[in-house]
């Protein structure tokens, strides 16, 4: 049991410490700092990531919808924060738009200002996550009968209709047509972001624990097995498409405060693809290498690369190479470099606390040994 | 006196036009040990497959603790295809999946061994309590199932030291060595707790000392448990040793039925296995 103390106090720490170290970015740097943008997009792109690896990595079934519930979930959070009095400007070519009022200014009347918005923004973000949610099962009841590739098509395809139904005009005085939703409430700083995510991921890293989460793992492992030791295969694979599709209606919530405005156009079938790209190089089936990954990979295309694309990259300054565009072939390389020397992706299936478990470390030693 | 636990009735298993089971009447009372032996490819396994919901019987019906739990009758282009008996004696559908099939006590093991891989010993058999689980999915995820969480846990403990697995349950179930490794499928299927356990020739590919175990092992569990027992084997010792009664499928078609004894001096069985000769 010590081994069990010493990891919980490892993790406590690590989590406390980059926690810290968020609130420190908060206060010493101004919000439209690189390492704020940075940190926002790399939580939003987090929680999707474990959200999209609960299906893929820890239930096996292999869906491509993600993008499409996280337009639900941003086009619920906007539609439904927008200050009345902004109403007319943001739907200026729809009369004002069909919803008269705005649940951030309903809860900030009896809660008070501050307080009140706040709850209400929590409030539309969780309706957006319902939202995915219900459309997951709806599309999950004839989708879920397919599997691997099938589904994936069947659900990429979900993703691309819905997109392209939200541009359709005679929507407009709801999704705005093809314009843009702004001017909604926002969180300017880091923080809330990070706990809002973290608290989604826990509450995900609970589920896959639970007895639940095994069924899951089980039904990853081995479909027929499963069913014959009593799992419902219907009802746990349309069960783990929901709460993927919740939280991934949460991400998109977030997604849309983090952008600032909202378009159909940004959640793209490519969309899903950077997620998915996320997962595999985060380590299928490990929440912590999802987290990881997503940090990195946003640290890396949105800060560490940039140079790249502007003419001057770790003091070189060649523009006629470092063009527009150049960023992303040499991501494309990094990538396979990595895909190439982690099999497995960064963590394998190892989760934080494994980092410091002697018995890991073991089992690599014997693998090598036995190679 | 016993009751019946099993009853399979009239069942006809048609692949197209291949008639994989044909006609098959069998019944298992409580508390017995039955062997269904038979050639290869006499469908031995696609009984089982029916028995447990995996496929759905053509015709015929299967009956649990005196229950009907499976019925079915030729449809659709299988109407004109089908080459078995009692046809049109049986109206209802009744199709339950394989779940809940175990969930009404009946569990089985693979002939190929299928456990969950990337599992540990432990947690295979933790899975299993799963569909024996009350809590539902908000109550799991937030940990207000604790007491039955420890409870199973501690089950599990108990049911890996009477198999004699609880000294590797931390060890990656594909790690273990083979006769180890049918020992926790066998582990896994009672956590399910089953009142009728089917093994699916728990002997393959063991050395008669591993067989010889897994003999005792199975009287063991039958008497621990109260379990009633339908296997498929071909290791004839441990067939011979533990059954109660036999019965033998030949080309779909049950051939003989009896003690064990009986069966070792029906003509027609030893004609199945070793053939019948030519000018004889």
């Known amino acids: 049991m010590t081994m069990k103390k010493k990891k919980t106090i490892f993790t406590a720490v690590v989590l406390a410490i980059l926690l810290a170290a968020c609130i420190v970015v908060d206060m010493t740097l101004p919000t439209y700092h690189i390492a704020v943008t940075v940190i926002k997009k790399a939580t939003v792109y987090a929680l999707v990531a474990v959200s999209m690896n609960l299906l893929n990595g820890f239930t096996g079934l292999f869906s491509l919808g993600q993008a499409g519930f996280m337009l639900l979930g941003a086009y619920a959070y906007g539609v439904l924060t927008i200050p009345v009095a902004k109403k007319a400007s943001v739907y200026q070519y729809f009369d004002g738009g069909a919803i008269p009022f705005s649940v951030p200014e309903i809860f900030a009347g009896f809660l008070g200002e501050t307080v009140g918005t706040v709850v209400g923004m929590l409030f539309c973000l969780l309706i957006g996550g319902l939202l995915a949610a219900l459309m997951a099962y709806l599309i999950g009841l004839p989708v879920l009968r397919l599997k691997s590739d099938y589904l994936a098509i069947a659900t990429l395809g979900f993703a691309e209709i819905l997109r392209a139904f939200f541009q359709w005009n005679a929507l407009g005085p709801i999704t705005n047509g093809s314009n843009l939703l702004k001017s909604y409430p926002t969180f300017g700083k880091a923080t809330p972001y990070v706990l809002l995510a973290g608290l989604m991921i826990a509450v995900i890293l609970l589920l896959i624990n639970s007895t639940y989460g095994r069924a899951f793992k089980a039904i990853r492992d081995d479909e027929v097995a499963a069913e014959a030791m009593g799992i419902n295969l219907a009802k746990h694979k349309r069960m783990a498409f929901i709460i993927s599709s919740f939280f991934a209606g949460i991400g998109g919530g977030m997604m849309a405060m983090y952008m600032g405005t909202i378009a159909a156009a940004p959640f793209k079938s490519s969309l899903t693809y950077e997620i998915l790209l996320i997962v595999v190089i985060g380590g299928i089936g490990s929440i912590t290498g999802s987290v990881l990954a997503s940090f990195l990979y946003i640290f890396s295309s949105e800060w560490l690369l940039r140079g790249l694309d502007s003419g001057t990259f770790l003091g070189i300054n060649a523009p006629d190479i470092f063009k527009n565009g150049f960023r992303m072939a040499v991501f494309s390389v990094i990538i396979m470099v990595i895909v190439l020397f982690f099999r497995k992706g960064i963590m394998g299936d190892k989760e934080l606390p494994d980092l410091i478990d002697p018995k890991y470390r073991r089992k690599k030693r014997k693998e090598a040994a036995g190679k | ?280």
Request: aromatic residues 6%; charged residues 25%; contains cysteine.
């Open chain 2, 1 to 280: 006196m016993s009751k019946s636990v099993l009853k399979i009735e009239n069942a006809t298993m048609q692949f197209g036009g291949v008639v994989a089971v044909d006609n098959l009447n069998l019944e298992i009372n409580e508390g017995e040990i039955v062997a269904l032996i038979g050639p290869n490819g006499a469908g031995k396994t696609t009984a089982f497959n029916v028995t447990t919901g995996v496929y759905q019987p053509t015709n015929g019906a299967v009956w649990f603790c005196g229950e009907k739990v499976i019925e079915n009758h030729p449809q659709g282009k299988m109407k004109k295809l089908y080459k078995g008996e009692h046809d049109g004696e049986y109206t209802h559908v009744l199709a339950p999946t394989p779940d809940k099939i175990t969930k009404m006590g009946m569990a089985r093991t693979f002939q190929n061994i299928r456990l969950w891989k990337s599992q540990t010993v432990f947690d295979n058999v933790l899975i299993a309590k799963h569909c024996r689980a009350t809590s539902n999915v908000f109550s799991a995820t937030f940990r207000l199932n604790r007491k039955e969480e420890a409870r199973q846990r501690q089950e599990v403990l108990e049911l890996l030291e009477v198999v004699g697995l609880a000294d590797v349950k931390d060890e990656l179930a594909t790690s273990l060595p083979y006769g180890k490794q049918r020992r926790l499928e066998i582990a896994r299927a009672l956590a399910a707790e089953p009142k009728l356990l089917l093994l699916d020739e728990p002997a393959a590919g063991m050395n008669p000392q591993e067989t010889d175990e897994l003999t005792a092992f199975i009287g063991e569990i039958r008497d621990k448990f109260h379990l009633t027992i339908f296997l498929i084997e071909h290791h004839m010792n441990l067939v011979m040793n533990i059954s109660d009664r036999i019965y033998v499928l030949d080309f779909g078609k049950l051939i003989a039925e009896g003690t064990p004894t009986e069966i070792q001096n029906n003509k027609r069985v030893i004609d199945a296995y070793l053939g019948v000769a030519e000018d004889a």
